[in-house]
């Protein structure tokens, strides 16, 4: 898949086309970032004759992204992002996709904002969490999510780049020497290029900071894009109004989620983590592409590049990460649904109608979860978004809202993938006479009695080596 910018192909086995899916995007977007492994412009496409005015313009291009990456900034890790950065803005610029909000566009998602947070207060027992709120443009979204993206992509960026190493013989290294250290540089500066081509595809679609379902924006930050609302409205006969209220309300119920669930966001992020840190490559395919490579066709790299050869194969931890993130993201996303349901009510006219609009978009996989997985080569799809939203609705209707929100209280209370089978089941458990009516106790007698145990039997180690020298 040429249009992957890290080697990753789509994962749904149900839509094999759907890899080429940034190919109908392109225009008047980023345009395809992997249809470049390397980020530059005028490399021929592979089987194209190459054109030295081509190379030429290539290699200006590398000068420039070399001198950007010199003098010790932009790359401390295996991804330099200050250049992801740069590319970033400017494709949003070439674009036409950084035009700064309005005043009036400003005050409106304030008062949207506003009136959100008020109308949540009847639905959730959890407090409000936006403590400021701030209208961006596509480049604010790059510029304010930067820091987190680097957290999500610095482990695999740092695997891929360690696999090429892997695969070079001992010999090799120790003739390449400092070479080593360059190369390092040059994949950094391809990861750079790379996240930045996604960055900008994402920036000039995402609605809000919570979007994606991961915080990805500054904590308690209510943040919502008023040119993207505009143009994801398009063609709904619905006033943009309605669509913006809708959207902050979604957004201030995250934040809700968020800021009063203090181990839910370290969660989603180590687990992210815990996905990329388990990539696996076929080093061994490193050195079949090797000797494929015709030296006298420069596009014969970008062809190999592309071919699939690299692309790292999922591992039984990776899938068991996986899952729980979904179920996760599910649960998150189910909630809001239901809160912000519940809230916007017949209030909102066009509420249902948007509601069934996101929920589309977020469970089949739309354009941002896409470009997330061409990033990190893994897709935010809470799949089972309905099943969790049914649990939720389930609990507030035989327990009331604040029973349900009290299962935030600790992830060992969470529902997992079999409760979203059997909600009912679930519910039940909650209501019945058991340590579910007091689940913090609960854990904790739990806690202590397993701190009893270890005692214990640190207890009976020390008997027995005491009775050992006596008998000496």
């Known amino acids: 898949m040429t249009n992957m910018p890290f080697g990753f192909s789509s994962q749904d086995p149900d839509d094999p086309d759907k ?14 970032p992997g249809d470049n492994p390397f980020g530059f412009a ?8 190459f054109d030295i005015g081509q190379l030429g313009q290539m290699l200006t291009q590398l000068g420039q992204a070399l001198s950007h990456s010199g003098g010790g900034s932009g790359q401390s890790g295996p991804v330099n992002y200050d250049l992801a950065k740069q590319l970033a ?6 674009n036409q996709r950084t035009e700064r909000p309005s005043q ?4 409106a998602i304030e008062d949207a904002v506003r009136l959100a947070e008020l109308w949540l207060d009847a639905s959730t027992s959890l407090p409000a969490g936006v403590r400021s709120v701030q209208t961006w443009s596509s480049v604010d ?16 960026a740092q695997r891929m780049s360690a696999a090429w190493l892997e695969a070079l013989p001992e010999e090799a290294k120790q003739a390449a020497g400092p070479l080593l250290n360059m190369l390092g540089q040059m994949g950094g500066m391809t990861f750079g290029s790379q996240l930045g081509s996604g960055l900008a595809q994402l920036g000039g679609e995402v609605l809000t900071s919570t979007e994606v379902g991961l915080p990805l924006g500054p904590s308690g930050t209510a943040a919502l894009l008023p040119a993207n609302i505009e143009k994801f409205v398009e063609g709904l006969d619905r006033p943009i109004s309605e669509a913006t209220l809708f959207l902050a309300a979604r957004e201030a119920a995250h934040h809700r989620l968020f800021g009063h669930v203090p181990w839910l966001a370290q969660r989603l992020l180590a687990t992210v983590e815990e996905y990329a840190r388990g990539i696996h490559i076929d080093t061994s395919a490193l050195e079949d592409m090797a000797g494929k490579i015709d030296p006298s066709n420069p596009a014969s ?3 190999m590049m592309g071919s699939g050869m690299l692309e790292p194969q999922t591992t039984p931890e990776q899938q068991a990460a996986l899952n729980r993130l979904e179920t996760l993201l599910a649960l998150v996303e189910g909630w809001v649904d239901v809160v912000v349901a519940d809230a916007l009510g017949e209030r909102l006219p066009g509420a249902e109608a948007l509601g069934e609009l ?24 809470p799949r089972r978004m309905r099943d969790a939203a049914n649990l939720w609705r389930l609990m507030a ?24 089978d059997e909600p009912l089941d679930f519910a039940d458990r909650w209501g019945s006479n058991s340590d579910l009516d007091d689940p913090i106790a609960a854990i904790r007698r739990a806690e202590e009695a397993e701190k009893s145990e270890d005692d214990s039997s640190e207890g009976d180690s020390d008997s027995d080596g005491s009775n050992g020298d006596a008998k000496s």
Do not use: Y
């Not at 005028?42 to 004759?49: A, E, K």
């Not at 009036?104 to 005050?107: L, T």
């Not at 790059?142 to 482990?155: G, I, N, S, Y």
């Open 141 to 156: 979204w790059v510029e304010k999510t930067l820091p987190v993206w680097q957290r999500l992509c610095d482990p695999i």
């Open 301 to 303: 790299m970008q062809e």
């Open 358 to 381: 996101v929920r589309r978009r977020r469970a089949s996989g739309g354009p941002a979860e896409q470009t997330f997985a061409t990033l990190i080569g893994l897709e935010l799809r």
């Open 19 to 32: 890899g080429d899916s940034s190919q109908g995007r392109s225009e008047g977007g980023a345009g395809n």
């Open 42 to 49: 005028g490399m021929p496409g592979p089987g194209g004759n």
């Open 104 to 107: 009036e566009q400003v005050k």
């Open 89 to 94: 803005v400017q494709q949003l610029h070439n």
């Open 397 to 420: 209707e035989r327990h009331g809202t604040e029973a349900r929100d009290q299962v935030w209280d600790h992830p060992d209370l969470l529902p997992d993938s079999s409760d979203l």
